[in-house]
């Protein structure tokens, strides 16, 4: 890739200008789809977050309320009718979040030596690694999950080597768990996560990396002096893009962890059918999508901050 | 309400792809519950009228009336359960076919013809029914079985290894009918006691997922609540599953076939719903999906196996503790909706 396209620079020569505005006239096609097909359904469902329920899905429209917003943070209690906080939502709020969490350190920490792997390699076979990374692309999601419950539910492959070697006696209880949930979570992400990693590690210069070493730098200052600082953008990226789409994750909680704690990929879902309280479920998108908004702020700033280290 | 969500569906869409006539005349699009709908009856149906089916699933009926309220959607033929019925009805969604016109109707046994939640049949015809019971692996655990308790106070052997299907209504169903109310009960009291029974019977659950066959097969499941056809099913692969009539009290359901008011194919909807009340092709339909179909006649069409299949003939003794469920107030349905989500955070 070259870096002829990297402008910043304020004062453009004309015909620069000109391809500036050539640029925009290219993407304006995609800036109306964008348009159409993401902001406009947004504010659809800002608009409807505000309506009265309709008593079989959808809203009654032009009727408002803040029902919708109220009780994705309150609810009344179902027996005394006294108004508390909305502990059902809350907790599955706090359920999702906590995964994200975790399953974005858990990329971090199995991805960073990968990534590294990768761009330490000579560089014709570079190439080959990174296309490795992308292989789990080529299969639907939904058929991996599956794949994985193989692997690990009772007489599943794990299991049964485990018997047959006679390290355990009777099966461990795999599938259905948190643990399950997390290990297919970050199954699924760390793809996501090695490739910006990588792409930042590949533009670190070694020579500074020798240089720490020849000012007796040792192993682990070298990596938290130079080397994390300059990958600290692709790092963050990584997580970003971990982080969000874990937020709203749907299939691998449901199939893993056996459905019986909701995520609110599910609680979304399920307000939207069987709960047929569509403001309900608009109110708790915009909530997702404002957590993640906030997300994304905190990497641009923090990115900002960073990329003016060493531009 | 046979369903076996996600991977069926990816299956049955690559299925459905693949069933079609070269010149076909017509067309019929059928929206139906996943691995519910046999193809042979589907083929049998298009080489009789030179039409082209198309099914294309859903996973509940709650999907159904969202899609079909939505518009767009191209259907020509629903199959919501009894308790949607009168919904789809209410919202307009539903063509009033005049089934009990056609030639064929004189098959419909009589218990299903003045049903409540379509009285003699103006609009559906039906299709399947049966009953959400609760299924035991008998080499796990050789109790009483025909009771609720085995999901909702599991006996020591079954704790970790019942699976519940996901339905608020069913399972709402059977834990008010086990706590002493009845279906659509508004008494604080007993649903008080509903949910805290619910909170304290989950912590002994594995899961709460569809797909129950397979893992009964490969013994990850010791038990489950959950339809009478899939635990049919479960039982040919492996001996040891049996179906439980809960004492307590246990929903049946019918899921009947209608045809969408905006249908393209009206006439082609028609030939389905007349065809499908033929005894020979509704047993079809039967040995496809194991469950009981609405048709006099058809078991002379069926294979022994379903014929005689314990799961499909609900014991005298149980009969009267099962219950339809019918469809509650918007209130009481909202009410149910939050005490479901309580129980499922």
């Not at chain 1, 977050?49 to 079989?56: A, E, L, P, Q, R």
């Not at chain 1, 608009?282 to 905190?298: G, N, Q, R, W, Y």
Request: aromatic share 12%; glycine share 8%; with cysteine.
């Amino acid at each position: 890739m070259t870096t002829k396209t990297d402008v910043t620079n304020n004062e453009l020569p004309p015909y620069r200008k000109r391809e500036a505005l050539n640029r925009w006239i290219i993407s304006l096609p995609a800036l109306s789809i964008i348009m159409l097909a993401a902001i406009g359904p947004i504010l659809i469902m800002l608009l409807y977050s505000f309506m009265v329920k309709g008593d079989y899905g959808g809203v009654k429209l032009w009727e408002f309320s803040f029902d919708g917003w109220i009780n994705v943070f309150f609810q009344r209690d179902i027996f005394d009718e006294t108004l508390g906080l909305a502990d059902a939502h809350l907790t599955i709020f706090w359920r999702s979040l906590k995964l994200s969490i975790l399953t974005t350190l858990a990329a971090l920490a199995f991805g960073l030596p990968t990534a590294y792997f990768i761009a330490t390699r000579p560089k014709h076979t570079r190439e080959i690694w990174v296309f490795l990374i992308t292989i789990p692309f080529w299969a639907n999601l939904l058929i991996r999950t599956f794949a994985i419950q193989e692997v690990i539910r009772n007489e599943g492959i794990i299991n049964n080597t485990l018997l047959a070697i006679g390290i355990i006696d009777s099966p461990i209880q795999m599938l259905y768990t948190d643990g399950a949930i997390l290990f297919g979570m970050v199954y699924v992400y760390l793809p996501l996560m090695v490739l910006p990693l990588y792409a930042s590690i590949e533009k670190l210069d070694f020579r500074l990396v020798e240089a720490g070493y020849d000012l007796y730098a040792t192993r682990l200052k070298v990596l938290r002096r130079i080397i994390l600082p300059m990958i600290k953008p692709g790092m963050i990226a990584g997580c970003i893009l971990v982080f969000i789409p874990s937020l709203g994750a749907y299939v691998t909680p449901r199939l893993l962890g056996g459905g019986k704690n909701m995520m609110l990929g599910n609680l979304i879902e399920s307000q939207f059918g069987a709960g047929r309280n569509w403001p309900l479920g608009s109110a708790i998108s915009i909530t997702l999508m404002l957590l993640v908004m906030f997300a994304l702020i905190f990497y641009v700033r923090n990115a900002t901050r960073s990329g003016a280290n060493h531009g | 309400m046979k369903k076996c969500k996600l991977l069926t569906t990816a299956v049955a869409l690559a299925l459905s792809t693949g069933i079609s006539t070269a010149h076909a005349e017509g067309e019929l699009n059928i929206f139906n519950w996943g691995d519910y709908t046999s193809p042979e009856m589907i083929e049998k149906f298009e080489k009789a009228y030179d039409v082209k089916v198309t099914i294309t699933d859903f996973d509940s009926n709650d999907t159904a009336l969202t899609k079909i309220k939505a518009g767009g959607h191209g259907f020509d033929i629903v199959v919501p359960s009894a308790n949607y019925v009168p919904i789809f009805v209410k919202e307009g969604l539903l063509l009033e076919a005049r089934p009990d016109l056609m030639e064929n109707f004189k098959n419909v046994d009589e218990q299903w013809v003045n049903v409540p939640w379509d009285q003699g049949r103006k609009y559906t015809v039906p299709w399947l029914w049966g009953l959400t019971g609760v299924v035991v692996d008998t080499s796990v655990y050789d109790g009483d079985i025909n009771t609720s308790s085995i999901f909702l106070d599991p006996p020591k052997e079954l704790i970790g290894k019942v699976n519940v299907a996901p339905e608020k209504n069913d399972v709402m169903y059977a834990a008010i009918r086990y706590m002493g109310g009845e279906w659509c009960t508004t008494d604080k009291e007993v649903l008080k006691k509903v949910r805290d029974k619910l909170v304290e019977a989950k912590e002994k659950w594995i899961a709460m997922d569809y797909g129950t066959i397979e893992k009964f097969a490969s013994r990850d499941y010791a038990a489950a609540y959950y339809w009478n056809g899939a635990a049919m099913r479960a039982r040919e692969k492996n001996v040891d599953v049996r179906l439980g009539y809960p004492k307590e009290g246990f929903p049946f359901f019918m899921d009947s076939v209608g045809i969408i008011k905006d249908a393209k194919n009206v006439e082609n909807a028609k030939l389905f719903m007349n065809f499908i009340m033929d005894p020979e092709n509704a047993a079809m339909i039967s040995e496809f999906a194991k469950y009981s179909n609405g048709i006099k006649g058809s078991e002379k069409f069926m294979s022994e196996e379903l014929r005689n299949a314990p799961e499909l003939s609900v014991p005298d003794e149980y009969k009267a503790a099962g219950g339809f469920l019918d469809s509650c107030s918007p209130e009481t349905s909202n009410l149910y909706t939050r005490i479901w989500t309580d129980i499922n955070k």
